[in-house]
């Protein structure tokens, strides 16, 4: 796994260190502030560079002081079942709302076998799979989705309508690793075009449309006209139907629907950031967790023996010609744990910038980098 030119290797226990300090530095209390940081170095141990330390400064730290994003929060559950939860996370940290939510989730699956809950006045909560995990690590099956700010257009359209709403879903295997499937249902996500933006390199053609349907390439410009509206992501499957577009576009009204219809929250293009007179608000996104009690079906070890059958027979089917190996999912993940974890997090030039800046800011000059 080959790292970009200037970027540094920063060891994992420095950097979660560094990052809750950060976040205790601009007002979120100590145990939150462990939470988040550990949401955020997950990401960055499996491989997942979009959504790790490269976001702390312009997605959590800037929101923060912009004042629409605030640091303490406040878990508020609206209705509550045996089964069910409705949750206001109140502009909080949505790492952690969404943390309590599936262990709320969890805790009611083990009793009577599912646990759902949906969340409403949250904010960005980290890589959907670390939610996922936690059920995973429970011996459950964990299903997540949340909306986003407006970047992907539908099939036939050329307007971001909806987020890149990940559908997201882990379940423990007898291998090393878990079955994670974490991934947008649009073509991209923002935050992978926000690294090659930090890295100064052109996209593929496809993931990114402007208003005529043509295809732009320019990473930086695209994350400017995605805010303007003058740009949208493709959803999953790409442009019109022949590749199945049409498929990545109803996912991501499902997760649309869900993350709002179910709690009465906000949708699409209620979560612009921005008031009519233009002004910075907060993004109150939606989001929901299910957990589900493997044990209320069959035994545990049953079905771990199972899933593990089905994933290794995948792996060693026929491949294409040219191909080294067939992969499934959350195995890359783990790879990427086994390559990083004596190394570090990769950190590009960029990021580099943000973190001395915030170091700077919050005088934690007792923090040294190997840049």
Same mark, same amino acid.
């Given at each position: 796994?080959?790292?970009?030119?200037?970027?540094?290797?920063?060891?994992?226990?420095?950097?979660?260190?560094?990052?809750?300090?950060?976040?205790?530095?601009?007002?979120?209390?100590?145990?939150?502030?462990?939470?988040?940081?550990?949401?955020?170095?997950?990401?960055?141990?499996?491989?997942?560079?979009?959504?790790?330390?490269?976001?702390?400064?312009?997605?959590?730290?800037?929101?923060? &002081?912009? +004042?629409?994003?605030? !640091? *303490?929060?406040?878990?508020?559950?609206? =209705?509550?079942?045996?089964? $069910?939860?409705?949750?206001?996370?109140?502009?909080?940290?949505?790492?952690?709302?969404?943390?309590?939510?599936?262990?709320?989730?969890?805790?009611?699956?083990?009793?009577?076998?599912?646990?759902?809950?949906?969340?409403?006045?949250?904010?960005?909560?980290?890589?959907?799979?670390?939610?996922?995990?936690?059920?995973?690590?429970?011996?459950?099956?964990?299903?997540?989705?949340?909306?986003?700010?407006?970047?992907?257009?539908?099939?036939?359209?050329?307007?971001?309508?909806?987020?890149?709403?990940?559908?997201?879903?882990?379940?423990?295997?007898?291998?090393?690793?878990?079955?994670?499937?974490?991934?947008?249902?649009?073509?991209?996500?923002?935050?992978?075009?926000?690294?090659?933006? &930090?890295? +100064?390199?052109?996209? !593929? *053609?496809?993931?990114?449309?402007?208003? =005529?349907?043509?295809?732009? $390439?320019?990473?930086?410009?695209?994350?400017?006209?995605?805010?303007?509206?003058?740009?949208?992501?493709?959803?999953?499957?790409?442009?019109?139907?022949?590749?199945?577009?049409?498929?990545?576009?109803?996912?991501?009204?499902?997760?649309?629907?869900?993350?709002?219809?179910?709690?009465?929250?906000?949708?699409?293009?209620?979560?612009?950031?921005?008031?009519?007179?233009?002004?910075?608000?907060?993004?109150?996104?939606?989001?929901?967790?299910?957990?589900?009690?493997?044990?209320?079906?069959?035994?545990?070890?049953?079905?771990?023996?199972?899933?593990?059958?089905?994933?290794?027979?995948?792996?060693?089917?026929?491949?294409?010609?040219?191909?080294?190996?067939?992969?499934?999912?959350?195995?890359?993940?783990?790879?990427?744990?086994?390559?990083?974890?004596?190394?570090?997090?990769?950190?590009?030039?960029?990021?580099?910038?943000?973190?001395?800046?915030?170091?700077?800011?919050?005088?934690?000059?007792?923090?040294?980098?190997?840049?």
């Amino acid at each position: 796994m080959e790292i970009e030119n200037g970027s540094k290797w920063v060891k994992f226990d420095l950097m979660e260190r560094f990052m809750r300090d950060v976040f205790k530095g601009i007002g979120v209390p100590a145990a939150d502030a462990a939470v988040c940081a550990e949401v955020l170095i997950t990401a960055d141990k499996l491989g997942i560079d979009s959504h790790g330390v490269s976001r702390l400064k312009p997605i959590y730290y800037d929101r923060i &002081k912009q +004042g629409i994003q605030l !640091p *303490k929060t406040k878990f508020g559950i609206m =209705k509550d079942t045996p089964t $069910t939860a409705v949750i206001d996370g109140h502009n909080g940290m949505g790492h952690v709302i969404a943390k309590r939510a599936m262990e709320l989730a969890i805790k009611k699956a083990k009793k009577y076998g599912l646990g759902m809950t949906a969340v409403r006045n949250s904010t960005h909560y980290g890589i959907a799979g670390y939610h996922t995990l936690l059920a995973a690590k429970a011996g459950m099956i964990g299903i997540t989705g949340t909306n986003a700010r407006p970047s992907v257009a539908p099939t036939f359209g050329v307007e971001n309508m909806m987020g890149t709403n990940p559908l997201t879903f882990a379940l423990p295997t007898d291998e090393k690793f878990p079955f994670l499937l974490d991934c947008a249902t649009s073509i991209t996500q923002r935050g992978k075009i926000e690294v090659y933006a &930090k890295l +100064g390199k052109k996209m !593929p *053609k496809g993931w990114v449309i402007d208003e =005529k349907g043509g295809s732009k $390439t320019d990473s930086r410009a695209v994350l400017t006209d995605l805010i303007k509206g003058t740009a949208a992501l493709t959803p999953l499957g790409g442009v019109g139907e022949d590749l199945g577009g049409y498929k990545g576009y109803g996912y991501c009204a499902v997760v649309e629907i869900l993350s709002a219809a179910l709690q009465d929250g906000a949708y699409m293009k209620q979560l612009l950031g921005y008031d009519k007179k233009g002004n910075k608000v907060p993004y109150p996104l939606g989001h929901f967790f299910l957990a589900i009690d493997i044990g209320h079906f069959v035994p545990l070890a049953s079905f771990k023996r199972t899933a593990g059958k089905i994933l290794r027979e995948l792996r060693a089917s026929k491949k294409m010609p040219g191909a080294k190996r067939i992969y499934t999912a959350g195995e890359k993940e783990y790879l990427a744990w086994q390559y990083r974890k004596n190394k570090g997090v990769p950190v590009n030039k960029e990021t580099q910038r943000e973190l001395l800046a915030m170091r700077e800011e919050l005088g934690l000059k007792r923090y040294k980098f190997p840049f």
